[in-house]
């Protein structure tokens, strides 16, 4: 019975680690200039968290499999250094295991949070409401009117709560229901909810962050991949949570002007 | 050390059926009262697991009388996309509270800890009562809400204002549903904290003569630790749900911020914090998660020593560990709002104490592992579940690693790697620790052995079981597929169903091998092999009752007197391999620190 136990548990620890060794499920590819660090931070911490998986498993059916067939007159035997060396050693190779995933991973997350984005980053809104986002573009004077939630009217379709009849900012805005971006410029993504918390996960761009009601937040990425990706709701937000998302479209700077063009014709 | 009213109250052995069986004082009573209330909790759990795995896997297949659970959730059988949000938060919120955090800490806790230190009762046994009816109360209250005009809150066990904060303008259930949930979990809180005030007091004041704190098993450190946890975490909890119930009753603004536009009518409401419901829940909340593992940490060690024939490698280390998981989960609950829109300085201020807190578990590990090296292991079903804990100890620990970082955060955030996570170590490691406790422990609870073949039958198909349905879900959410979601509707999640009906089945048929269970434990209740006083021949308190089941006051006429150390296994003796705490003979320690 206990070595069926020790070979059952080898074998689903082999089992585990095939997809992952495999990479039969994989995200997205990653279409951001930053996603790269993250997708290595993600493979080291995988090395290093597979390893102690399979090490540890595997040593745990080992150990079964030998001292679980004691015959009467055996004596109990002391792992070899007792308990100080097994515990200094697990804290020194855990200690730097552990200090080391988080100073790298200091690098990745100071990139995506810590940085502000540069001055030619191009300002999209976004915002998050039951069940679906919206984005707006500041227009030719690269300024966004003022925002009056008392304004916001779905029926009207003015999603934003804009003032165009007496806020000057306002009337050149751009307002969609998907998002375009040019390839290679950076985006400074302002981002508010309507009503409760939202989240704007794009797996492609390596990008999660939640709308906090009451809170502007922002983020910045650029993307380098022309192509349609989705942007969906990861916060639970009501019935409609798992149908909430749109699309990002990111497209050459001549493709992106166009489409602005488009959009604010029929605003 | 005796607290003289407690030994009043408990002197006299109650006549009555009702003050025996219902409104018991008597602490061993109240912890088979709570390990009912646990099991009915995960029964009632399990089965809406069941309900979603299957709506997730085929989204349209009506399930034969659904809509006799509910009419408006399940019209033609097929669930609505707000039942399956109202069916995930109700198995979420009856396992957290009611399986997870009452059977491994308050029926064993309840049943063992007097036992183990030598006592007759708790100190407060009209509090320890009030304990439990309060806790079921609470889960009457919970259950109540599935009764209400539209059904339990959808929001999630987590309850995220502003969602569970303004009303039902933002969804079904997000009245009256909430204000039952919110009292549901304060009064659970308040249970919660009568129940740890004894625990506290009862290890602290009502030792008997000769137990030392280092005396005492591994178990008593366990529940031990998880009251002064849980008196810390509760204390934050029902404030956090009496605000949340103010600001639908009262018209308060705790959760809500000003400008806030729902069904286009801007809410009355101004000058609430979204994140601060976040900060009051995941303090109790990452606690939480260690008031469900650590007695389990407890009850598996304990089982294990036993089966080992030996003490742990370093009694000492192994508490101290435990210690260390306690104070540092205090100090990592901001992981669980890394991209909350807190300051992201905060986010690497919380990742280091996460990364830190592997350090204690992998020496508990170590430990563990160590100490089965060389020792003369004893498989049985007990032990088997006690291993088998190990293993998903493991498993759910080193995903861990992932979760810490704020970076990586960034991708598996709100995925269902976070769901495989916390399901293989705070879920099934936790059940485990709970099965390897009832197999250990119901020859002294009942009187009567459990069947060890039916036993080792529910062992291997859980455990493989568990494996195949919460390993996958670390394949989904690495690929990016969102958890709380009712069906999968995005693009790159299509090629992830097959993997769903996998889990989905995997889920069904390790459910029903529970059942293999119920009936043992039902069976062995009332025909069950008489049990003998020491079955495992093991050394603590509990083994040494004059009678088996223990009499009403625990220990006959005279409280046993200890001479000790908890696990004198590996020596010899009289009666064998083994010394009991209680017995005065004489032998060579077998305690590395001694």
Redesign the interface.
């Known amino acids: 019975m206990a070595k069926f136990f020790a070979v059952t548990i080898i074998v689903i620890a082999i089992v585990s680690a095939i997809p992952i060794v495999r990479h039969t499920w994989n995200p997205p590819a990653n279409i951001s200039t930053h996603g790269a660090m993250i997708d290595e931070q993600m493979s080291e911490t995988m090395v290093e968290a597979g390893i102690s998986f399979l090490v540890s498993q595997i040593l745990l059916a080992l150990f079964i499999w030998k001292f679980s067939s004691s015959r009467p007159g055996d004596k109990i035997k002391t792992f070899p250094g007792g308990a100080k060396a097994m515990v200094s050693a697990a804290f020194l190779l855990v200690g730097t295991e552990v200090l080391a995933l988080g100073v790298f991973g200091v690098k990745a997350w100071a990139t995506v949070y810590l940085t502000p984005p540069s001055a030619n980053a191009l300002p999209v809104q976004v915002q998050a409401g039951q069940f679906a986002f919206y984005f707006r573009y500041p227009g030719p004077d690269r300024t966004f009117g003022p925002l009056h939630p008392d304004l916001i009217s779905e029926a009207n379709a003015n999603f934003f709560g804009l003032d165009t009849t007496h806020d000057q900012d306002s009337k050149d805005d751009i307002v969609t229901a998907e998002m375009a971006i040019p390839l290679n410029q950076e985006i400074h993504l302002l981002m508010h909810a309507k009503d409760v918390g939202h989240s704007f996960y794009v797996p492609a761009l390596r990008v999660q962050q939640d709308f906090v009601p009451g809170l502007d937040l922002s983020l910045h990425f650029t993307a380098t991949q022309i192509g349609k990706y989705e942007i969906v709701c990861t916060q639970l937000c009501g019935l409609g949570h798992y149908n909430m998302k749109a699309y990002l479209e990111v497209m050459s700077q001549q493709d992106f002007d166009s489409w602005l063009k488009k959009e604010a014709a029929m605003q | 050390m005796h607290h003289l009213s407690a030994r009043e109250a408990q002197h006299l052995k109650p006549a009555s059926f009702i003050r025996k069986h219902i409104f018991s004082l008597d602490h061993k009573v109240i912890g088979k009262q709570y390990y009912v209330l646990a099991l009915v909790a995960a029964l009632i759990g399990m089965v809406l697991s069941w309900l979603m795995r299957i709506h997730l896997a085929w989204t349209n297949y009506p399930i034969p009388s659904l809509h006799l659970l509910s009419a408006n959730g399940a019209p033609g059988n097929v669930m ?3 039942y399956y ?1 109202q069916l995930m938060t109700m198995h979420a919120t009856i396992m957290v509270f009611f399986v997870l955090t009452t059977a491994p800490f308050a029926a064993f806790g309840n049943y063992f800890l007097p036992i183990q230190v030598g006592a007759e009762d708790m100190p407060f046994p009209h509090f320890n009562m009030m304990s439990f009816w309060l806790t079921f109360s609470s889960l009457l209250v919970l259950m109540s809400s599935f009764f209400v005009a539209d059904g339990p809150t ?3 066990w987590t309850q ?4 569970s904060a ?1 009303g039902s303008a ?3 259930g ?1 009245g009256t549903g909430v204000v039952l949930w919110a009292t549901a979990i304060g009064l659970f809180c308040i249970g919660q904290l009568l129940g740890s005030l004894n625990f506290i007091t009862t290890t602290l004041d009502m030792r008997t003569k000769g137990m030392s704190m280092w005396r005492l098993p591994i178990t008593v450190w366990a529940w031990f630790i998880t009251s002064v946890m849980g008196l810390t975490a509760f204390a934050v909890l029902m404030p956090a749900c009496i605000l949340l119930i103010l600001d639908h009753v009262a018209g308060t603004s705790f959760f ?7 069904n ?1 009518q ?1 809410l009355p409401h101004s000058g ?4 601060l419901w976040q900060h009051l829940f995941w303090f109790f909340g990452h606690p939480e998660v260690y008031i469900a593992i650590v007695p389990g940490v407890g009850i598996v060690s304990h089982v294990l020593i036993a089966n ?3 003490p742990m ?2 009694h000492r ?1 192994l508490i101290y560990s435990m210690g260390a998981l306690a104070v540092l989960s205090y100090m990592v609950y901001g992981h669980h709002m890394f ?3 807190m300051n ?2 905060s ?2 201020a919380f ?2 104490p996460t ?2 807190i ?2 204690p578990s ?2 508990i ?3 563990w ?11 049985n079903t007990a032990s ?1 579940f006690a ?1 088998g804990f ?2 998903m100890f ?2 759910g620990g ?2 861990g ?2 979760l ?8 598996l ?3 269902y790697f976070v769901v495989g996570h916390f399901h293989l170590v705070m879920g099934v490691a936790a059940i485990f620790g709970i099965f390897a406790g009832t197999y250990f422990w119901f020859p002294k609870m009942f009187g009567r052995m459990m069947s060890e073949t039916l036993g ?1 039958i529910h062992f291997w198909l859980t ?2 079981g568990s ?1 195949c349905i919460f ?1 996958p879900f670390h ?2 959410g ?3 597929n ?11 999640t299509q090629p ?1 169903i097959p ?1 769903h009906r996998f889990i989905t089945v995997a889920a069904i048929l390790t459910g029903l091998a529970q059942l293999i269970f119920l009936y043992n434990l039902i069976h062995s209740r009332f025909w069950g092999k008489i049990a003998p006083d020491n079955p495992w021949e093991a050394t603590t308190l509990e083994w040494s009752t004059p009678t088996t089941p223990p009499p009403h006051n625990n220990f006959g006429d005279k409280l046993p007197e200890v001479f000790h150390d908890p696990y004198q ?2 020596v010899e003796s009289s009666v064998g391999d083994y010394v009991m705490q209680a017995s005065p003979e004489k032998v060579k320690s ?1 305690h ?1 620190e001694a």
Do not use: C, N, W
């Open positions: 609505t996309p707000e949000l959808l929001g999630g995220y204002a502003p969602l303004v933002s969804g079904p997000q809500v911020a000003s400008g806030l536009v729902l286009d801007l609430g914090s979204t994140l080992m024939r030996r490698l370093s280390v991209v909350s829109g992201p300085v986010s690497l990742s280091f990364l830190v592997t350090i992998t020496i590990v170590v430990i592992m160590g100490s089965i090296y060389g020792s003369k292991l004893r498989i088997l291993l190990v293993s493991i498993s080193v995903s690693f992932f810490a970082q704020p970076s990586i955060d960034i991708m955030h709100a995925t080792k455990f493989v494996y390993m394949y989904l690495i690929a990016g969102v958890r709380r979601y009712q069906a999968f509707v995005d693009d790159y992830l993997l296994y590996g077998a590395d």
